[in-house]
């Protein structure tokens, strides 16, 4: 992984811990949490407080998150928000955690000034021992507070303030005055600088899931389901009527359609199409000509070219069926019959509508050649995938990353995937013929569970 770290592709961004003031906070935070300490004296956290230093030194790299379900967090500044956030287990973590922050920065950031604040993302589980617990995870709760407690305190001192005022002996009550003194030393002026955290609560009806292999569940769509990585037998009983793997095809992209959940990129409104098809067949022509063993210079696209002639016959259906479409495009070719059977039939989607950034992770376990979209949007994947590369396209793929990524990386998630999901979404124009998902026995893909699919 070294080429991704040299290249900011992997722990980038990461606060650095190593004054002893902070270093003394963390430990405080760190003991209140889970009863232990580090003997680091600088290191580097995530989002969520969690180092990977202190994660080498524990031999734990799920310290704050020990069932996997209910993660905990170390809060030192609110610089924290631009971080990454590393071994995630579901896919809300992270966008939670930064509107929690978002939220409550004037708050936070003058509480980070004070101590660590420590908190957790509460589910309604406490383990997840089955799959089918998952399924009871409908919200979660964040609730944080300092570890000396200046928010338990401002409230309680809040509630002393408001008896002194509505007690017409209030002032004689010496007991009263005093606890309010005390606490007032602790927590300041909370009658002109007041001090709340509230606890948060988000909905989590659709989300991914690293336990069981991989899970992508969605109870908040009109058709709910849930889509295994493994064998979709391994789930067991789930309280969810469709139930399927990544080997169903038809049905996975019957579903999407059925949900609305995705479009072709070729009628994505405001898409450079062109460029996107012409990326994601330099990338299947590095995977090929990788496996292959062939040579591919520089890589630039006239080398690209070379590879494809020498592979000639050789070449992936995921290639063809992109080229084809590239025609169509560029040239007004025939328009190519790209079915949900087809290689290339989920390279030229992409998610639409809330749940945009689900779906394309989703994508990209469908379309794996697209090295690009999966480090955009499923890092743990890649991180995965990355490992079991040769060194050449692990090289090739560090430096396109670095190079066409790295400088611009909001302008290049919006060239590939569209505006924040908002307003845009509605009254799209649709185009006269485009790409249309399989319908299972409508589309003539073959009748609904001809691979084995559950309903």
Known sequence: MKRLIQRGLMFGNLIEVSSPALVERYNRALKHLTGKTTKLDDFHIDLSGYSPEIGDELNDDLYLNPNGANRQFILLTTAQKDAPLLNIKFSTSRGILTQFIA???AQLFALTARDAVAGELQNSVYAVDTPARLFDIRQVTVEADTIGGHVADAG???KLIERFRQEPDGWRDDLLVAEMITLAKKTGDVTRVPIALPAMTFAQANFWTSHFGGVYIFQGVRYPAAISVLDWRSLGEVPVAQVMDLTHRNQIADWLERNGLVEPIVQARGTDAAAILRQKMDFILIDAADRLGIEVGDARRTELRKVAYKLG??????????????RWVEAGGPWPKITSE?????YTLRGKGPERDLVNMLLSELSPMDVRQMFIVHKELFYAQYATWSDRKKTYVADFLAREYQVDRE????????PEPGM???HRPQMAEGPK???????GTGPWGSIGGRR
Do not use: V
């Open 103 to 105: 939220t409550n920065e």
């Open 156 to 158: 309680k001192l809040a």
């Open 313 to 326: 016959s050789a070449l992936p259906e995921e290639f063809l069926g992109l080229a084809a479409l590239l």
């Open 342 to 346: 087809h290689p290339a039939y989920f």
């Open 411 to 418: 302008g290049a998630r919006t060239a590939l995937f569209g």
């Open 424 to 426: 845009d979404e509605a």
């Open 437 to 443: 998902p399989a319908r299972g026995p409508w589309g």
